[in-house]
């Protein structure tokens, strides 16, 4: 286990530059996480009979996308960031990839509440100029996002970020000569693997069209406020309460709680 408590340190979170630009891990996971979205949903759409055409469905992708990247940047300034003030009068340096001394450093920093709320934006939008369902579409995602995001937690790992708590756990990872919880990795398999199979083996039980969708970010809010207790709190902000609630979890309690009270609302009227 010595080299896998140690991987960090044999690890480099850069694949390859380019032209002076770094291209890491993460940003490979990310890309496979959207192509990998994108496949499951056309998957479902050209070997069953869902009452979705593929063009529509290629054309909501990219307008989901833009809700997605738009609120978790922004979810996050909001959330997160302890300079949220500052980007009131800079909003401009919301989406700069590069620093004040103009070296390109990506744009770090992202929330998934903050691209729920921005994903869910983008669909009502796009189904009201459609004039489409969106309850067939909020399935489609429910089905097609939890592997998904599997990779986006891998590449958090690989970038060496959100890393866990303190442990002596042989399944540490060394963080700056700490012992650390894999934490990303135990989100990736909650949030992502778990949830994906919860929700394929129950679509066909389903009752009513939206079931998935919203069983989904249900599922997702638990899982996240499980995986919490393994996840180092953000340093800018720490608990929030009782000493052990994160702003992650009470973020997930609310969204989570919201969606369960419409999941039951919803099924008893039919």
């Known amino acids: 286990m010595e080299t896998w408590n140690n991987i960090y340190s044999l690890f480099n979170p850069v694949t390859f530059s380019l032209f002076g630009i770094s291209v890491r891990w993460y940003g490979i996971m990310y890309a496979m996480a959207l192509f990998s979205a994108l496949f499951l949903a056309q998957?479902?759409?050209k070997k069953t009979p869902y009452p979705i055409k593929?063009?529509?469905?290629?054309?909501?992708?990219?307008w989901a996308e833009i809700g997605v990247i738009l609120g978790a940047r922004i979810g996050y300034i909001i959330f997160y960031d302890p300079f949220s003030f500052y980007y009131l009068?800079?909003?401009?340096?919301?989406f700069n990839p590069f620093d004040r001394n103009g070296n390109f450093i990506g744009i770090s920093g992202m929330s998934y509440h903050g691209g729920v709320i921005g994903f869910l934006i983008a669909s009502f939008w796009f189904?009201?100029?459609?004039?489409?369902?969106?309850?067939?579409?909020?399935d489609l995602a429910g089905l097609s996002i939890p592997l998904a995001y599997t990779f986006?937690?891998?590449?958090?790992?690989?970038?060496?970020?959100?890393?866990?708590r303190e442990t002596t756990s042989p399944l540490g990872i060394y963080v700056d000569g700490v012992l650390r919880h894999p934490?990303?990795?135990?989100?990736?398999?909650l949030e992502g693997i778990c949830v994906f199979i919860v929700l394929f083996l129950y679509r066909k039980k389903a009752r009513f069209v939206g079931e998935i969708g919203i069983l989904y970010v249900v599922l997702y809010?638990?899982?996240?406020?499980?995986?919490?207790?393994?996840?180092?709190?953000?340093?800018?902000?720490?608990?929030?309460?009782?000493?052990?609630?994160?702003?992650?979890?009470?973020?997930?309690?609310?969204i989570g709680v919201l969606c369960l009270c419409f999941l039951f609302k919803k099924a008893k009227s039919g």
Do not use: C, M
Not at 89 to 94: A, F, K, L, N, R
Not at 127 to 138: D, G
Not at 152 to 164: A, K, P
């Open 183 to 189: 934490s990303q990795l135990y989100e990736a398999f």
């Open 43 to 45: 998957y479902i759409v």
């Open 152 to 164: 986006g937690r891998i590449g958090n790992f690989l970038n060496q970020e959100l890393v866990g």
């Open 127 to 138: 189904v009201k100029v459609k004039k489409v369902n969106f309850w067939l579409f909020a």
């Open 54 to 62: 593929e063009e529509l469905l290629n054309s909501y992708f990219i």
């Open 89 to 94: 009068t800079h909003p401009w340096e919301i």
């Open 221 to 254: 809010s638990l899982a996240r406020f499980v995986a919490e207790f393994f996840r180092e709190p953000d340093s800018q902000i720490g608990f929030i309460a009782f000493n052990w609630l994160t702003q992650g979890q009470l973020l997930s309690l609310i």
